[in-house]
């Protein structure tokens, strides 16, 4: 598809909506509606741009292994949500210092190892430009759950056996649920894996 322009429709607090329009190979418009936290999107290059705004860290605990999820009530789902800790990267901060603040601000622990952090990758691609670091880190310390009213997250630590019962009862986002199903049956072949999981469509 060849892009032909970008239009901002509108602006609210966090998000603006675009509409964006592209010529097909058989020459016929399509319009595309997109939401996004930039308010400046002009151009193609502006869409392509792949820093990431926001930052997601999979923590895993130096002490026990285990792994850290935040169980958040999400606005948008209208429901508590199985999530890794994530934010905002804030200007002049690098995705890993954004993992660190972020991870201290929701849970109170201290990340000790950056592991390593991935490209950037898309959070919505559907709906949104919206692109995401994720950092994996070794952490320490106590879970502090900070009763925020306007961002009630209960964090917690599991095991893979609490995990694997997660990922068959919860609703979880998309990264955590792709994450934990590789944590947990990574090593299984396909076979196993149909064993383990009722199939229904």
């Given at each position: 598809?060849?892009?032909?322009?970008?239009?901002?429709?509108?602006?609210?607090?966090?998000?603006?909506?675009?509409?964006?329009?592209?010529?097909?190979?058989?020459?016929?418009?399509?319009?595309?509606?997109?939401?996004?936290?930039?308010?400046?999107?002009?151009?193609?290059?502006?869409?392509?741009?792949?820093?990431?705004?926001t930052v997601v860290v999979i923590a895993i605990s130096k002490e026990t292994g285990k792994l850290?999820?935040?169980?958040?009530?999400?606005?948008?789902?209208?429901?508590?949500?199985?999530?890794?800790?994530?934010?905002?990267?804030?200007?002049?901060?690098?995705?890993?210092?954004?993992?660190?603040?972020?991870?201290?601000?929701?849970?109170?622990?201290?990340?000790?190892?950056?592991?390593?952090?991935?490209?950037?990758?898309?959070?919505?691609?559907?709906?949104?430009?919206?692109?995401?670091?994720?950092?994996?880190?070794?952490?320490?310390?106590?879970?502090?759950?900070?009763?925020?009213?306007?961002?009630?997250?209960?964090?917690?630590?599991?095991?893979?056996?609490?995990?694997?019962?997660?990922?068959?009862?919860?609703?979880?986002?998309?990264?955590?649920?792709?994450?934990?199903?590789?944590?947990?049956?990574?090593?299984?072949s396909i076979e196993k894996l149909l064993e383990e999981f009722e199939q229904d469509d």
């Amino acid at each position: 598809m060849k892009f032909k322009s970008i239009t901002r429709l509108e602006k609210a607090s966090h998000i603006c909506r675009y509409d964006l329009e592209y010529e097909t190979e058989d020459n016929r418009i399509k319009k595309y509606e997109i939401v996004s936290r930039d308010r400046h999107l002009h151009s193609l290059e502006d869409l392509q741009s792949w820093s990431s705004k926001t930052v997601v860290v999979i923590a895993i605990s130096k002490e026990t292994g285990k792994l850290l999820l935040n169980r958040e009530f999400r606005m948008a789902a209208g429901d508590w949500i199985y999530n890794f800790p994530s934010g905002m990267i804030d200007p002049g901060e690098t995705p890993s210092q954004a993992a660190a603040r972020e991870l201290e601000e929701e849970t109170g622990l201290i990340m000790e190892k950056r592991l390593f952090r991935m490209k950037s990758s898309y959070n919505a691609v559907g709906i949104t430009n919206e692109t995401s670091s994720v950092v994996l880190a070794e952490v320490s310390g106590e879970i502090q759950n900070k009763h925020n009213p306007f961002e009630e997250i209960e964090a917690g630590w599991y095991s893979k056996e609490e995990v694997k019962e997660l990922i068959k009862s919860s609703k979880m986002s998309a990264r955590a649920q792709m994450f934990c199903f590789v944590w947990v049956y990574g090593e299984l072949s396909i076979e196993k894996l149909l064993e383990e999981f009722e199939q229904d469509d």
